[in-house]
């Protein structure tokens, strides 16, 4: 069983639609994050969700807007597409943080 | 503000020669320091970490990372390489921000294995 599985794997759109990334861990972690990796692959956080409550949530364009409907899942909205969106988008979750985090595979985002 | 900076974008190495990968942090207090490994076109997956007490950390596939408080280094170090290691490589640190914890990563290092 996948521990933290993203959905689409994959995601190519048009500049200025809306789409979404979800999210789901079956390992009982009360933590989801939500990280972004460029093109040079450097990561940043984008927003962190512990028992559903927004804990963080760093200098992010409101076209991006997380929701969690309960602590096993963590969903992506992101509206009106840009061409700067493109990257990808990573998911992880952790119980207690410094045993570090589980991540999932990855959803490429591509806006052309 | 506790961040990590690894001093290396690219590590080329031959097969079965040994590695370091070098992070330094930056942090005033306790500090909770992580290694992990991306493969390619896949997600991370944690290769050790270094929370307290011996500074000798071992990891997965071979990897052992040394904690040193007085040149605040956190280096990853393999004594043979193969093949299947190419791939990126982050060192990452806890951060604490208005009581949420996050992790910080460095700008990652990419090891490339020569046959």
């Known amino acids: 069983d996948t521990a933290v599985s993203q959905t689409p794997k994959y995601l190519v759109t048009q500049m200025g639609n809306d789409k979404s990334i979800k999210c789901e861990q079956n390992l009982g972690h009360d933590t989801m994050y939500w990280y972004k990796q460029d093109s040079k692959k450097f990561l940043k956080i984008m927003f962190s969700?512990?028992?559903?409550?927004?804990?963080i949530n760093e200098t992010v364009p409101n076209r991006f807007s997380p929701k969690s409907p309960d602590k096993a899942h963590l969903n992506l909205h992101i509206n009106s597409l840009e061409l700067g969106d493109s990257a990808v988008y990573f998911c992880?979750?952790?119980?207690?943080?410094?045993?570090?985090?589980?991540f999932g595979s990855g959803t490429r985002l591509t806006v052309v | 503000a506790q961040s990590v900076t690894q001093l290396d974008s690219q590590v080329p190495v031959f097969e079965e020669a040994p590695v370091e990968l070098r992070c330094n942090y930056s942090s005033s207090v306790s500090v909770y320091l992580f290694w992990y490994v991306q493969y390619p076109n896949q997600g991370l997956q944690l290769l050790l970490k270094?929370?307290?007490?011996?500074?000798l950390v071992k990891g997965i596939n071979g990897f052992e990372a040394e904690f040193n408080k007085s040149q605040t280094s956190f280096h990853l170090r393999k004594p043979s390489v193969h093949i299947s290691d190419t791939a990126e490589y982050f060192c990452?640190?806890?951060?604490?921000?208005?009581?949420?914890?996050?992790?910080?990563f460095g700008q990652g290092t990419r090891l490339t294995i020569n046959p």
């Open positions: 992880a979750s952790s119980q207690i943080l410094h045993y570090g985090y589980t």
């Open positions: 969700y512990n028992n559903k409550e927004l804990i």
């Open positions: 270094y929370l307290s007490g011996s500074t």
């Open positions: 990452a640190v806890r951060r604490i921000i208005q009581g949420a914890q996050k992790l910080v």
